[in-house]
């Protein structure tokens, strides 16, 4: 059975490109032949050095060239095309891309859908947001919700969080699939993990990008100790993002205590958490957040905006409402950080593991194949 991928920016190394990596890679070492579609040749160094992994060898890739910017409103239309395009080179297709139910796919993997608050209105005529984007996307939006059913699809969300806004808004059915994180940031003794001394300090994982909220970062390193450092890892998405962060922090006089390490491995970022006692999420309604979940797993409190996926997993002394409140909780996470806290979180970042994800896809794949063939 050929089992085609799609996932066209892949190069970009953030959590939607490791979901399809180890959705493309769990298929191959269960004997399936994979066909990955991407923008750009995949280079396997780039990849083992950002995802841990590099693509199973069997994994055939399939390049087309982008002709346009990736998630703007000509990448929609783009992406439809070549969706339906490439279809036709597989027995099933999955799309763990676009974020959006095409007629034409077997399996739909949604990290939050197109069709959401932000954007529409459940009820026509549909449009609330009144960006470009939601507005060349209208038709499909109005295809989308009336015309095409869940019928014979799997559709998967990363969190409940996504799979209730994919429910009230196209009222499509979407089972709840965790994403992975990486095997390399689970250590087999924990008494190893969190032995050694930690730092007074605070990591952020995220992309520079400017839709990550991370302004904030400066202005909650005012209001707490001076004693307390922040680094800001990710890759660099923006480059004017970085630079506008950097100056920010000149201005405030935080240079000795906002440090930034764009485009590290993530072997060079486990060594980091491994020394930090906090892990620090900016965005408000993150749709799940792997990256809070690799942190846990090295034993980092994470602090985490009260809102979105990250409230199915993270406790509740542990989220905030305000930078004000953020900045008391990290202090106070900071302060009494222990050997016994980090054990409690680090148990309960295991469900993530990358092997359980493996396992609960294929099951959820193989039921699907199996009951396709019964329909058929």
């Not at 269960?30 to 994994?59: A, C, D, R």
Request: some cysteine; aromatic content about 14%.
């Amino acid at each position: 059975m050929r089992v085609g991928v799609f996932y066209p920016t892949l190069n970009v190394y953030g959590g939607g490109e490791f979901v399809a990596a180890v959705i493309a890679n769990t298929l191959a070492k269960n004997n399936y032949e994979v066909i990955l579609f991407n923008n750009e040749e995949v280079n396997q160094l780039e990849i083992k050095n950002f995802l841990g992994e590099s693509l199973h060898p069997s994994i055939k890739v399939i390049v087309n060239p982008s002709l346009v910017t990736p998630r703007g409103l000509l990448d929609l239309y783009q992406t439809i095309f070549r969706s339906y395009t490439f279809k036709s080179k597989c027995d099933v297709w999955i799309d763990v891309y676009s974020c959006r139910v095409f007629p034409w796919t077997n399996i739909c993997y949604m990290h939050f859908p197109f069709l959401n608050h932000y954007s529409y209105r459940p009820k026509f005529p549909y449009l609330k947001s009144r960006y470009i984007q939601p507005v060349g996307g209208l038709p499909w939006a109005i295809l989308e919700k009336n015309l095409i059913s869940d019928n014979g699809k799997l559709i998967l969300a990363n969190s409940r969080y996504t799979a209730d806004e994919i429910k009230r808004f196209s009222g499509k059915r979407a089972m709840v699939l965790y994403p992975p994180v990486p095997s390399i940031f689970f250590e087999k003794n924990y008494e190893k993990l969190t032995e050694n001394q930690r730092e007074n300090l605070v990591v952020i994982v995220s992309r520079f990008d400017p839709t990550k909220e991370l302004e904030k970062i400066p202005l909650i390193a005012l209001l707490t100790e001076s004693d307390i450092r922040f680094a800001i890892i990710g890759r660099v998405h923006y480059a004017n993002t970085l630079l506008l962060l950097q100056k920010l922090v000149k201005k405030l006089d935080l240079v000795d205590r906002v440090q930034f390490l764009p485009n590290i491995s993530k072997f060079e970022m486990k060594k980091i958490l491994k020394s930090a006692k906090v892990y620090f999420h900016t965005r408000v309604g993150e749709h799940f957040g792997i990256s809070i979940a690799e942190a846990m797993a090295m034993g980092c409190i994470p602090i985490v905006h009260d809102s979105g996926g990250a409230k199915e997993f993270v406790p509740e002394c542990f989220r905030y409402k305000t930078i004000y409140d953020a900045a008391k909780k990290i202090e106070k996470a900071v302060y009494e950080w222990s050997h016994i806290k980090a054990v409690e979180i680090v148990k309960i970042a295991e469900q993530f593991r990358e092997e359980n994800f493996a396992t609960q896809f294929m099951t959820l794949f193989e039921d699907y194949i199996n009951s396709s063939r019964k329909g058929s």
